[in-house]
């Protein structure tokens, strides 16, 4: 089964992200802050983190950077937030890692998770460095 980590600080968000997750066959572990982030993702080694920005203790691209550095190998990474700070979009490009704008479409980053998952060798992308072209875009939202 595969392991997703999600770090979000709203706790309703995360609940019910997590039950669609879980619904959807994932594994899921969660963390409300930076911190708890990088302790989760040291244990559970998820398979893939979905990472909101704007976190206590940190925020979601260090968080990304320091997973990837914690980890023995690359891990997908999907940002989810509600900010409106210009830049992020082109931020979480320029990582290779999707981004959505809450609210979400809850397919939409479904789709986004499989692809995510399906998309290299080992299941594994690298979300500090942009990815070459495929045929089929990761979705955004």
Same mark, same amino acid.
């Given at each position: 089964?595969?392991?997703?980590? &999600?770090? $979000?600080?709203?706790?309703?968000?995360?609940?019910?992200?997590?039950? %669609?997750?879980?619904?959807?066959?994932? $594994?899921?572990?969660?963390?409300?802050? /930076?911190?708890?982030?990088?302790?989760?993702?040291?244990?559970?080694?998820?398979?893939?983190?979905?990472?909101? &920005?704007?976190?206590?203790?940190?925020?979601? =691209?260090?968080? *990304?950077?320091?997973?990837?550095?914690?980890?023995?190998?690359?891990?997908? &990474?999907? =940002? +989810?937030t509600a900010?409106?700070?210009?830049?992020?979009?082109? $931020? /979480?490009? %320029? %990582?290779? *890692?999707? =981004? =959505?704008?809450?609210?979400?479409? *809850?397919d939409t +980053? +479904?789709? /986004?998770?499989?692809? /995510? +998952?399906r998309s290299?060798?080992?299941?594994? &992308?690298? *979300?500090?460095?942009?990815?070459?072209?495929?045929?089929?875009?990761?979705?955004?939202?």
């Amino acid at each position: 089964m595969e392991k997703i980590l &999600i770090v $979000e600080d709203d706790p309703s968000v995360a609940k019910g992200l997590g039950v %669609r997750l879980k619904s959807a066959g994932y $594994e899921v572990t969660t963390a409300p802050d /930076a911190l708890s982030a990088l302790y989760a993702a040291r244990h559970v080694q998820p398979d893939l983190a979905i990472l909101d &920005i704007s976190l206590p203790a940190g925020n979601g =691209f260090s968080v *990304a950077e320091n997973i990837c550095d914690l980890m023995p190998t690359t891990t997908p &990474i999907i =940002f +989810l937030t509600a900010s409106k700070q210009r830049g992020l979009r082109q $931020e /979480a490009a %320029r %990582r290779g *890692a999707a =981004f =959505f704008e809450k609210p979400y479409d *809850a397919d939409t +980053l +479904l789709d /986004a998770i499989r692809y /995510a +998952l399906r998309s290299q060798p080992g299941h594994q &992308i690298d *979300a500090a460095t942009p990815q070459p072209a495929t045929p089929a875009p990761l979705p955004t939202a």
